[in-house]
C-alpha cells in the first residue's frame, strides 16, 4: 500500500503523532542548552523535522501553497527553511534521499518499515547517544556517518516509524 491508498484520516494521524513529537522536542530551550531528563543523551536542540515525501509536487502544494510555509528548494527537490519557529528547520525529504543517506541507495529496502517523518535531535556527543541508543536494543540503520555539509548523524526508525537521528550539526549551534 503507498501513501495515496491510505484514507486520509489515517495520513492525518500518522502526522499529528510526528507532530506531537516535534511539539514536545519544541520544549527545549531556545537558547540551545541542554534538556533536563532522566536519560544518558544531552539533547540540545531539534535539529529539523518533516515529512519524508513520495511525491514532492503534491507536498509543495500541501505546506508550500496552502499552508504558506516559505521554502528554500535546493536543485534535488529538496525543499527547506529555518524560518519555522519551533525548531531548526522543517524540510519536505524525498523518501530516495532518506534512503541514499542511511543505505547509500535511492530506494528503501524492503524488510524495513518506510518512514512518515524525520525528526532530528542535535545532541551533545553523537558516539554517546548511539551507544547508549544500541544499550537499549534500538538497531541504526547508519551510525556516527559524516554528511557532506558537516553534519554528524546516526539513524534509526521510532517504535512510531519515524526516522530518527541523533546530529551533531556545527551549522546550527550558535557561536559564543
Known sequence: MNLHELPSWLMILNLLAAVEAADIAALISARGDAMEG???VKILFVAGFG???RDTGESRKLYGEVLGIPFKEE???YLHTEALQGTKSFALWPLSQ?????????RWPDGIPVPQAWLEFDVDSVE?????LESRGYRMLIKNKKEPWGQTVTRFISPEGLLVGVTVTPLMREKK
Open 51 to 53: 515529512p519524508i515525501v
Open 128 to 132: 554517546k547517544a548511539t551507544a547508549e
Open 75 to 77: 536543485s534535488d527537490s
Open 38 to 40: 532522566t536519560g544518558k
Open 98 to 106: 532518506a534512503a541514499q543517506s542511511c543505505f547509500g541507495k535511492d
